[in-house]
């Protein structure tokens, strides 16, 4: 993990997160601590929440506090099945203690299916409360693959994030 840097009220970091999942029968599809009905769901060790993950990361990068993989392994049986909106949590309470807080994060899902356009809304408004910030600071937005590559062939989900951190004023 790299060296944590703590912010004066002025200080201004971005970070990036990527994920994918692969989507299997069988589980849920929970995207940004939503579940969406859909016939085949997203495989993981954890609920396979690939939004929350990719935020986690964006988060955790922009800190400086490394990858959502040194925080949270998935040869760790703490986390078979974990809540990832739990694990998100856990990484905003880091970046609090070091004196961050969230200006805003924003996102892209890529998903041949399920259409996510119905509940972009209900996952802006959900991250939204567990980030501390209002909805106008998330964005959740969501595109397909055009039948290109992994995400094309509806094999699996990816999804990428950017968050902005500023320091928090003491
Ligand atoms: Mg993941």
């Known amino acids: 993990m790299t060296e944590a840097w703590r912010p004066g009220p002025h200080d201004r970091r ?3 997160g990527w ?3 692969r989507l299997v029968e069988g589980r849920p599809f929970i995207l940004g601590g939503i579940e969406i009905d859909s016939p085949l769901g997203l495989d993981g060790h954890s609920d396979a929440d690939v939004l929350a993950h990719a935020i986690t990361d964006a ?3 922009a800190a400086g506090l490394g990858d959502i993989g040194e925080h949270f392994p998935d040869t760790d049986q703490a986390f078979k099945g974990a ?5 998100l949590r856990t990484a905003l309470a880091h970046v609090a203690d070091l004196g961050w807080t969230i200006d805003n994060v924003d996102s892209t899902v890529v998903a041949e299916r399920p259409k996510l356009g119905p509940s972009k809304r209900a996952i802006q408004e959900r991250l939204a409360e567990v980030l501390g910030v209002p909805v106008h600071a998330v964005g959740v937005k969501a595109s397909t693959g055009e039948g290109l590559g992994f995400v ?6 990816a999804a990428l994030a950017v968050a902005q951190l500023k320091g928090a004023v003491a």
């Open 14 to 16: 971005v970070g990036i």
């Open 19 to 21: 994920d994918s999942h």
């Open 59 to 61: 988060i955790l990068g």
């Open 83 to 87: 809540d990832s909106i739990e694990l």
């Open 152 to 157: 094309g062939r509806g094999e699996g989900v």
